[in-house]
């Protein structure tokens, strides 16, 4: 079993919808955890980073995590055509060897205009 | 305000040959590290450097893959004798000495025939 886990989609939804995209890990040593959106034959790039539990908001796009479930969430409010893309969760540890990303297999997401 | 730069982006090898992928990080980014992202999955941690020590290796695969970065900036990943199953895309990402937020280049695609 993977450390962390991730349906691979992909998701279709209609232009306006709101997405909810989730991981599941199995480490409790992770501590942050980050969204990261990768479009086709390009590198990751960083949406969302947060610390521990809780909610983080920026624009469109909401983080949750939920440490004693081990469950972590992305919303994307009023999705967009330029949503279509692929979504990483990725999660590390602390302290000095802690440092490397830990990801799931990604979520294609497709909206529809 | 320059991102990651990875070079070459795209990278044929015939089996057997030798490749050298390039990283240059983020200016000032004290941590380095390289992922390999075979086709529809996440990306997976291969090594970690903070300067020019590396401190994590645990995942280079083989003996034959080889990272160094000799100055602190500037880092090289090299493959001997690639085979075919060597062929993904190859990551580079930098982050600042207390950044826990790790920023992509955009990967070079390495494809073994």
């Known amino acids: 079993q993977k450390e962390v886990e991730q349906d691979p989609g992909p998701l279709s939804v209609p232009e306006g919808a709101i997405v909810s995209l989730n991981c599941t890990y199995s480490n409790s040593a992770f501590q942050y955890f980050m969204w990261y959106r990768q479009y086709s034959r390009k590198g990751p790039e960083l949406l969302m980073y947060?610390?521990?539990?809780g909610n983080k908001e920026d624009g469109r796009f909401t983080a949750q995590v939920d440490k004693s479930s081990k469950y972590i969430s992305l919303f994307i409010r009023d999705s967009q055509p330029s949503d279509s893309a692929t979504y990483l969760c990725a999660m590390k540890g602390s302290g000095e060897y802690g440092n490397k990303l830990v990801f799931g297999a990604g979520t294609i997401l497709r909206v529809k205009s | 305000g320059a991102g990651v730069s990875q070079s070459p982006r795209y990278k044929v090898a015939k089996r057997g040959q030798d490749v050298a992928l390039r990283c240059d990080p983020i200016?000032?980014?004290?941590?380095l590290f390289w992922y390999q992202q075979a086709l529809g999955q996440g990306p997976e941690f291969l090594t970690y450097f903070q300067n020019e020590a590396q401190l994590d290796k645990s995942g280079l695969p083989s003996d034959r893959f080889f990272a160094e970065r000799p100055e602190g900036s500037v880092s090289t990943l090299k493959i001997q004798r690639t085979q075919q199953e060597d062929s993904a895309v190859y990551l580079c990402?930098?982050?600042?000495?207390?950044?826990?937020?790790?920023?992509f280049g955009p990967g070079t695609r390495l494809t073994v025939l």
């Open positions: 990402a930098s982050s600042s000495v207390r950044g826990h937020e790790q920023f």
């Open positions: 200016s000032g980014h004290v941590s």
């Open positions: 947060t610390y521990s539990s």
